[in-house]
């Protein structure tokens, strides 16, 4: 068990039990990417897989983090952006964002372990960062608001480990419930918690990895970012999310760049398509939320550019095998794609990427289904 495996991390590193135990789940995003940082909508549910932090007192000011995946623990004070680097940044980022946001952060040991796996897109850094920010909150006592928390670690993440990315992760690692998908406004940070039982249904959703290596993921991500906002401030408004609908034709002639042009259509069509989803979940049509899955995954192929071979041949062949909807979930340039599937077919359409990979010579994929999970908490 994953829990046993981080109290034992943290006896073996300190040589006393921790004083709690505390889970963050990585997510999967429904719909709606790269809709976060343009302050549209997004709608992610939390994945059963979590990583778990054992944490105990130190003396104030005083850090170690260790890990079931690394030697060394890594110790620090109180620090600025930067100064911790590697993994451990995730977590000394943490504590600066707390201590930055005025509060009282209480020194502590930490060790932890996890399922979610790394580098996919299944947002493995905020499950980390979103358990550390759970636990030092419950262990110092700290008034933080649940709604408040997505914030701190996403400052984290973006001023001290210096990775530009948007609210969707944290939010979705802290704010989701079991058995809901996370409907967020990243505007207001308003949320409704969507029943998503698919299984009443029979349905399930495949989580398909394509383990294609990540390439160029911060580079590209950061030009998608600043064309967007580079779009908004030639259209006028604050962020794309003003651009509704109906206006994007009248939007779209007054940009003379193709590619903006292109990166537009797909923030404002897939804010548009997370509304329709949320109207059809709302009426229990839940298949019918298939095709708006995989319009999703054309538009960030065709319009957004940021999907590879194995994921777009993923989504291909799922299709291809009966799923009635597909897409890549995260943000791009490798990662997982997700297919909603009839329960009994998750065998057969795995089979069948497998098959369309070892056709084109690629590293076999890793599949598996899943189900909405809870988000942070201490157990
Ligand atoms: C990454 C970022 C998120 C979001 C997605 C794309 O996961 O961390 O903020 O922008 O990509 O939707």
């Not at 109180?78 to 995730?90: D, H, R």
């Not at 809901?180 to 990895?209: H, K, M, T």
Request: glycine fraction near 10%; aromatic fraction near 6%; charged fraction near 20%.
């Amino acid at each position: 068990m994953i829990t046993d495996d981080a109290a034992g991390a943290f006896f073996k590193a300190y040589g006393v039990e921790p004083a709690g135990l505390w889970a963050a789940p990585g997510r999967v995003n429904l719909i709606g990417e790269h809709t976060d940082y343009n302050e549209g909508f997004v709608l992610p549910f939390a994945l059963p897989q979590r990583t778990i932090a054992a944490v105990g007192p130190a003396p104030a000011g005083e850090w170690t983090v260790c890990s079931t995946f690394e030697d060394e623990p890594v110790s620090f004070g109180l620090t600025e952006p930067g100064e911790v680097t590697g993994w451990a940044a995730y977590v000394a980022g943490v504590v600066w964002s707390l201590a930055d946001a005025g509060h009282q952060v209480p020194g502590a040991r930490i060790a932890i372990a996890s399922e979610v796996p790394l580098g996919s897109g299944l947002s493995s850094s905020a499950a980390l960062e979103s358990s550390v920010l759970t636990a030092l909150i419950d262990l110092g006592g700290l008034d933080v608001p649940l709604e408040k928390r997505p914030a701190l670690a996403q400052r984290a993440e973006n001023v001290y480990v210096g990775a530009p990315t948007g609210i969707l992760d944290q939010s979705a690692s802290i704010r989701c419930q079991e058995g809901r998908a996370l409907f967020l406004d990243c505007r207001s940070y308003e949320v409704e918690q969507i029943p998503f039982d698919l299984a009443a249904q029979g349905l399930a959703i495949l989580v398909i990895n394509s383990n294609a290596p990540h390439q160029h993921v911060d580079g590209e991500y950061g030009a998608r970012r600043k064309s967007c906002e580079d779009a908004a401030r030639l259209l006028g408004v604050r962020a794309l999310r003003d651009i509704t609908g109906d206006q994007l034709d009248d939007a779209l002639a007054r940009l003379d760049d193709e590619v903006m042009r292109r990166r537009v259509r797909h923030i404002v069509t897939e804010d548009d398509r997370v509304l329709a989803t949320v109207k059809l979940l709302h009426a229990g049509r839940v298949r019918e939320i298939g095709p708006l899955l995989t319009a999703s995954h054309v538009s960030m192929r065709d319009d957004f550019e940021i999907t590879v071979r194995q994921v777009d041949l993923a989504v291909e062949t799922a299709l291809q095998v009966g799923a009635y909807g597909a897409r890549m979930t995260g943000g791009g340039f490798g990662g997982c794609v997700l297919a909603l599937i009839d329960s009994d077919k998750a065998a057969e359409v795995t089979a069948a990427v497998e098959e369309a990979y070892a056709g084109e010579g690629f590293t076999p994929p890793t599949a598996w289904t899943v189900t909405a999970g809870p988000g942070a908490t201490r157990l």
